[in-house]
């Protein structure tokens, strides 16, 4: 069994892996397994890969139908609208 180490720095908790288990890409999902209480890490693929898997994927001709979309206008939210408003003005401002 491989061991890893486990430090603070600041407030965060940091594990080194070992090369047998490096991540190819930046960021990990996380979980924790509700039976054993295992940390699980796992890689998160990159985009171009979760497309490319749904473009191979053979999904069934009827695949949301006409009949299964929902086709409704979108609801008009004037107070969700306006928080994203304020939002983007912060992060105007911010810059």
Avoid: C, W
């Avoid at 603070?8 to 999902?29: E, K, L, N």
């Avoid at 985009?47 to 053979?58: K, N, R, S």
């Avoid at 009949?67 to 306006?82: E, V």
Wanted: hydrophobic share 40%; charged share 30%.
């Amino acid at each position: 069994m491989n061991k890893a180490r486990v430090f603070m720095s600041g407030r965060s908790q940091h594990v080194t892996i070992p090369a047998a288990y490096r991540f190819r890409s930046s960021i990990v999902s996380i979980r924790r397994d509700a039976q054993t209480g295992d940390v699980i890490l796992s890689e998160v693929p990159p985009l171009a890969d979760v497309f490319a898997a749904l473009d191979a994927a053979q999904l069934p001709a009827d695949f949301l139908s006409e009949a299964d979309r929902d086709r409704r206008p979108p609801q008009d939210r004037p107070a969700l609208d306006q928080l994203f408003t304020d939002e983007s003005a912060e992060g105007k401002a911010e810059k």
